[in-house]
């Protein structure tokens, strides 16, 4: 076991030492610390992955220790051997190995290539150092982007150079982002030129060049900020506010002018704070022996300090014209410290307090500030309502020269239905079965008095007529004089001779006593639209009908599962009544919009007389020119075209359109800086000529036609030719598409 133990760890020392070879190889050639431990871990994947030390087990040590050891003469097998299972010769036999390999097998090495791996390791080590020295791949290390490149910045020549001119180049660039006071963060330093920071920070570049310069500016959206040249370098502070975009600019000695990329600047704005009420009904009603109190709990925060927070309560007294108004402005019980990110507020408002009597209503809302300077944000959260029950309520009547309340009877909606149904499902578990098919019954109820309320458009009857306002009692009937009875019965079987209408020579017209009294009961019954009468209702177009007929077969069926409790069953016939009457209103509301037409005044003195002298047709020509705010994109993107055709080279009317394409694109860029990024940086490269290829010109076109926002389509008439058996072709082409 011990054999077998050093023979595995030689095994995994080898395949360790031929991946730190390859991964000092990859470090050194590209420089990039990442890249060497990811070779380092592949690579011992790898060489395990060959080599397989983990399937050297007891079994395959024993055969190699018998064909290199002669005192053990093939008998190692009988170690793995239980003892007890032996005879008594192979016991012998088992004492004699035991004893040859306790003295031999010590001396005797694991096979291994372990020379042979410290001697690779070295040479790719000495290979890796030449490659470093002659570095032969640039190329690689600047596409990998080690933390040298993409920190520091570069400068590139927008003119042609000679061999003898020299480049300055940064030797140290120092970037500091000072956060506004309020949110007590002090300065920071920054490594990436692309800052991303609060609204209102102070960034600080100081640049430190190895050759003398003139001229430093920061270009910022097209705007030349000179740098101020100190001992240490050139240094310039600057407020972010906007988003945007930078870069720097300089000269050497020779009046040379060289630029930087394109960096972003991203101002994150101060948030307001958040306000979050918990577990408080947005209307709250009590009654006039209720203890009316309203616990208020709420958690505000910030993301940098909260300022200040209070109450605003409403109290409105009265109705109509006479209604008034208190505004109170009530503090939490908790004091707000200033500068805390989160806090615990709440309130017991006690309506007695507010001096609040029966019929006043309480509006109340959370309003909180923050620190943010010189203008504080602020947030209020919903309002909500407390309300105490009038318990006399006013009733309108008919009576003398009293006006008339018009109002309709109340009926629940097909979509209060579905939620009071979906609420029923929920709450299920909750409920006992006696309160659960009670609620499910009283559903049912509802849907009959919406399929019936809609059914009176269809000129159904109604299930719920009124019962008779008289009846007459027995006591009553025999109060009545048996004379009369005995005549009425008489005249059953009587010719009535003596009438005016003896003979039946006039039609006659009866008036029954129920409608006298329904056309006494309703004097409004000619001066009202009355929907609810079929021979009245605009709603009988024929599509109409079968619609709403469709709608009420569907809630007979949603009825009839609320009726036998089960509301999971009758759900989605509601919701298939609730389209058909969507479909029904906004079909109706197609005619909205039809107004009538008020023709001019005709003149009387020459009407009718045929002259048409001075009448002439009125004609209007109005030109209107939309201002394209992308043109120089547009521009920019037929151009790139040109050049990527090879159709013609750049100019100087080119600088000019590229540089108002960067400008246009720059607009789009403030609120997404990092999108376009990219982009500006290959249009800036076209412009100052230091990166005028085949390759850019493809992907500055590619990330233009990206900003360019979508133009609506023009429809416009064309002339072409269709005849039935096209239109048919291309009605299937539709289909399969």
């Known amino acids: 076991m011990k054999f077998h133990r050093r023979w595995q760890i030689l095994s995994y020392a080898e395949a360790v030492l031929y991946a730190v070879g390859i991964a000092i190889l990859f470090y050194l050639a590209s420089k990039n610390l990442w890249l060497g431990v990811l070779s380092f871990v592949v690579a011992v994947v790898a060489v395990l992955f060959i080599q397989k030390p983990w399937k050297h087990n007891l079994a395959t040590t024993g055969t190699y220790v018998d064909a290199h050891v002669d005192e053990a003469s093939f008998s190692t097998g009988l170690l793995l051997q239980p003892e007890d299972s032996l005879s008594n010769l192979a016991k012998l036999q088992r004492y004699k190995v ?18 042979q791996a410290v001697l690779v390791t070295l040479g790719l080590v000495l290979l890796g150092i030449v490659v470093q020295k002659l570095d032969l791949f640039k190329s690689v290390e600047s596409i990998l982007g080690n933390a040298t490149n993409e920190t520091q910045i570069q400068f590139i020549a927008t003119d042609s150079i000679s061999e003898k001119s020299i480049i300055p180049k940064i030797s140290s660039q120092d970037i500091s982002v000072t956060y506004p006071s309020y949110t007590r963060k002090g300065t920071i330093a920054v490594s990436d030129p692309n800052i991303k920071t609060i609204a209102g920070a102070t960034v600080q570049w100081l640049l430190v060049f190895d050759n003398s310069v003139t001229e430093v500016y920061l270009d910022r959206m097209g705007e030349l900020i000179p740098l101020q040249k100190g001992e240490n370098g050139y240094r310039i502070k600057q407020v972010l506010l906007e988003s945007g975009f930078y870069s720097f600019k300089f000269k050497n000695e020779d009046g040379i002018e060289f630029t930087s990329d394109l960096f972003s600047l991203e101002a994150i704005p101060d948030n307001p704070p958040e306000i979050e009420i918990l577990g408080l009904e947005q209307y709250t009603y009590f009654d006039f022996s209720d203890k009316k109190v309203v616990e208020l709990q709420s958690t ?13 309560a409403t109290v409105s007294k009265g109705s109509g014209e006479s209604v008034k108004f208190r505004e109170e402005k009530l503090n939490f019980k908790q004091a707000i410290t200033k500068g805390v990110k989160s806090i615990r507020a709440t309130k017991t408002l006690d309506l007695n307090t507010l001096k609040m009597e029966v019929g006043d209503e309480l509006y109340f809302y959370i309003e909180a500030f923050d620190e943010k300077r010189p203008k504080r944000n602020v947030s209020r959260s919903e309002t909500y309502f407390a309300v105490i029950k009038d318990t006399v309520g006013e009733q309108y009547g008919v009576e003398g020269t009293l006006g008339v309340d018009q109002m309709p009877d109340y009926f629940r909606s097909q979509r209060q239905l579905i939620i009071d149904t979906e609420k029923l499902i929920k709450d299920k578990p909750r409920i006992t079965i006696t ?13 009959k008095a ?41 005249k059953e079987f009587m ?14 017209h009866e008036h029954h006593e129920e409608n006298d009294t329904e056309e006494a009961e309703d ?15 605009t709603l009988f177009e024929e599509s109409l009908k079968t619609k709403l007929r469709k709608a009420l077969s569907i809630m007979w069926d949603a009825e009839l599962h609320l009726r036998l409790n089960e509301p999971e069953k009758s759900l989605p016939f509601q919701y298939e009544a609730l389209k058909y009457i969507q479909e029904i209103k906004n079909s109706a509301r197609i005619y909205v919009h039809r107004i009538g037409f008020d023709p001019p005044p005709i003149k009387e003195d020459s009407r009718l007389t045929g002259k048409i002298k001075d009448i002439e047709n009125y004609r209007k020509n109005e030109t209107k020119e939309v201002e394209n705010p992308f043109k120089a994109l547009e521009n920019a993107v037929a151009r790139l075209e040109q050049f990527i055709q090879q159709e013609s080279t750049f100019n100087e009317a080119d600088n000019a359109l590229f540089t108002a394409a960067g400008n246009e694109l720059a607009q789009l860029a403030i609120v997404n800086p990092s999108k376009y990024l990219r982009v500006l940086q290959g249009l800036k490269g076209i412009e100052n ?36 058996i096209n239109s048919l072709f291309l009605k299937q082409l539709q289909v399969y598409d």
């Open 450 to 490: 919406l399929r019936l309320k809609y059914g009176q458009f269809m000129g159904d009857e109604s299930e719920m007529e009124e019962a008779p306002e008289e009846i007459e009692s027995e006591e009553e009937g025999e109060d009545h004089d048996h004379a009369e009875d005995q005549e009425n019965v008489i």
């Open 300 to 312: 505000i925060t910030d993301d940098y300090g909260i300022d200040e927070a209070y109450i605003i």
């Open 689 to 724: 000529n230091t990166e005028r290829t085949m390759a850019n010109y493809k992907f500055v076109q590619k990330g233009l036609l990206a900003a360019l926002p979508k133009t609506p389509q023009i429809p416009g008439a064309k002339k072409e030719y269709t005849d039935e």
């Open 435 to 447: 309160e659960f098919n009670s609620r499910s019954n009283e559903l049912g109820f509802d849907q």
């Open 98 to 115: 035991s004893e040859e390999l306790s003295k031999r097998l010590g001396a005797i090495h694991p096979p291994n290539k372990l020379k």
């Open 523 to 537: 004097p409004l019954h000619d001066y009202l639209h009355n929907h609810d009468d079929p021979e009245e209702s």
């Open 495 to 508: 010719h009535d001779h003596d009438g005016d209408n003896e003979h039946n020579l006039v039609e006659k």
